[in-house]
């Protein structure tokens, strides 16, 4: 029996999550934890009796609490919530799905803690990957990635030397927006980018693919997940999402890892690592697959993407700044603030501004996320 925490067990990766326990009894739910859906976390915390639940907002655990008063559950609120549903003792491994930098802290805290990281939130390698890495080493915890590309990386490197890597090759879906214009984007609507021709996923990462900073990211965490060099990183842009991602080696072998886009494969396969089970859905059919394309990335329509390689080249607070401003301004996107084309422009202007420092500790990253913060609702909001 495997014993699991879920944190952002209410969003799509945590509701996928329990997709796989829900086939799998040889999981374990102990622990939840989420931002403020109450209704969904009642539900959750009914259906699979976790021992301890975490919410974020504090309306929302005092609603939570007095609905769970039967239960035998208890109920914790903020980060020191957090906090204990990641550390919890039973666990095993942690789902870290929580989005936003406040998952950083407690995956830090589950890892000195001895629990192995499905990691599926991007923020806590690009802007902690100095932190997280030798703590992964010190430690001895297994991070073992969520994202479809990275778990493609990863499934790619088994058999093979890390060391012999030439070249990863991350592939992008190009979004919504492929192909378009600068000019035909000044009139995207919140309800276009939220389109994406492939995927399933969460308002906040759908947009980012829609700019491709999604890509970026994942590009910086590929850098710290693989210890690979940034000219190590290659985009490619497949618009069928069949390849998920490949590695090259020093030979010029190259070993790609294929499937149907369905964000539950790499979750199963980090969460019984090294073993493979059945999973249940459609699997890819290569009569049916008509054709696969592929292409670079239109890097001056969508500048977020070098704008993201830019900011981790530079690295110490730079990937910190391109991230927090990515977040405010996707959440003033959402809500029909600012035009989709100013979330890149709000983006290169908070890089611009700042004087990045070297190798900051977790105190320091989170300060400069919070004057982030403060520059774009000051000069944006």
């Known amino acids: 029996m495997k014993k699991i925490g879920i944190l952002g067990s209410t969003g799509s990766i945590g509701t996928q999550t329990l997709d796989i326990v829900r086939a799998n009894p040889e999981l374990k739910v102990e622990t939840l934890a989420a931002g403020r859906n109450v209704d969904l976390m009642e539900q959750q915390a009914r259906e699979f009796s976790p021992k301890l639940i975490a919410m974020w907002d504090e309306t929302a655990y005092t609603e939570l609490k007095t609905r769970l008063a039967d239960t035998d559950i208890q109920v914790r609120c903020g980060m020191d919530g957090l906090l204990e549903a990641a550390t919890y003792p039973a666990i095993d491994t ?52 969520v994202d479809s590309e990275h778990s493609a990386i990863f499934q790619s490197l088994q058999g093979n ?32 980018a939220l389109k994406h021709p492939n995927w399933t996923m969460g308002r906040k990462i759908t947009i980012d693919s829609a700019t491709l900073v999604n890509k970026g990211l994942e590009v910086m965490e590929a850098k710290w997940l693989f210890g690979v060099d940034y000219d190590q990183i290659q985009v490619v ?49 290569f009569y049916r697959l008509k054709q696969m394309t592929f292409e670079a990335p239109d890097t001056d329509t969508f500048r977020a993407l070098k704008l993201a390689v830019s900011a981790g080249k530079t690295g110490g607070t730079m990937p910190t700044v391109f991230n927090a401003a990515n977040e405010l301004a996707v959440a003033l996107f959402l809500e029909k603030k600012i035009s989709f084309l100013q979330i890149t422009d709000i983006i290169e202007d908070c890089m611009l501004r700042h004087s990045p420092a070297a190798d900051p500790d977790l105190d320091e990253i989170l300060a400069v996320e919070q004057e982030t913060y403060a520059h774009i609702r000051e000069k944006f909001s």
């Open 94 to 145: 942690v789902v870290a799905a929580i989005v936003g930098m406040i998952g950083i802290r407690p995956t830090i805290a589950a890892m000195k803690a001895g629990k192995d990281i499905a990691l599926a939130n991007k923020e806590t390698l690009v802007t902690a990957g100095h932190i997280i890495m030798p703590l992964a080493e010190e430690t001895g915890a297994s991070i073992l990635p």
């Open 237 to 285: 842009v497949h618009p069928q999402s069949v390849i998920h991602s490949m590695v090259e080696y020093e030979d010029g072998a190259i070993m790609a890892q294929l499937g149907t886009p369905d964000m539950r494969l790499p979750i199963q396969y980090a969460l019984f690592y090294p073993d493979r089970k059945p999973l249940a859905g459609e699997h890819l059919d």
């Open 161 to 192: 030397q890390h060391n012999a890597i030439h070249k990863i090759l991350l592939t992008a879906s190009g979004g919504p927006f492929r192909g378009r214009t600068i000019k035909e984007l000044k009139s995207v609507r919140v309800e276009d």
